[in-house]
């Protein structure tokens, strides 16, 4: 039987497919408070020209606009690939309280990968888990680039 953080994680996936069906790099991600979604992204870089257009950016926009706050310590994240430095400076700056990942980002990734901002002595560092459907997480990212490997042979 799924964990509840499992079907979160599908939530994030749903989106990361969605991202990679619009041609960009499939990263989704959700935002819960109590057990209800107030937040979703995925990135849109391509789409919008934009750097900061990450899932994870997309979805604490959307969680304040709903709560009516840009304070999220009562939220946690969840997001198919490691934030990178700039999504993990929006998670302390949002004041999330728990974040949990799929994949592993040893190019970006600031939460391990590459480097951990959340053990740096920052207040409000929210609690990180990683790993949460991994193998699904990586597989969406993998077809991904693969695909795009393959295109550029052709």
Not at 61 to 76: I, S
Not at 84 to 95: H, Q, V
């Amino acid at each position: 039987m799924p964990t509840e953080q499992e079907n979160y994680m599908r939530q994030a996936l749903d989106l990361a497919r969605e991202a990679a069906a619009a041609g960009e790099v499939p990263v989704g991600c959700v935002i819960v408070r109590d057990g209800e979604i107030v937040g979703r992204g995925r990135n849109r870089r391509e789409e919008r020209q934009a750097t900061a257009s990450h899932a994870e950016m997309e979805a604490i926009a959307q969680a304040n606009e709903t709560l009516g706050t840009w304070r999220l310590d009562d939220c946690e994240l969840y997001v198919t690939l490691e934030p990178c430095p700039m999504c993990a400076g929006a998670i302390l700056n949002a004041r999330i309280r728990r974040v949990w990942y799929g994949a592993r980002d040893e190019a970006m990734g600031a939460c391990g990968g590459v480097t951990n901002l959340f053990m740096e002595a920052f207040p409000n560092r929210p609690a990180l888990v990683g790993g949460i459907l991994k193998e699904a997480c990586g597989a969406v990212l993998a077809d991904f680039f693969a695909g795009l490997r393959q295109r550029g042979k052709s």
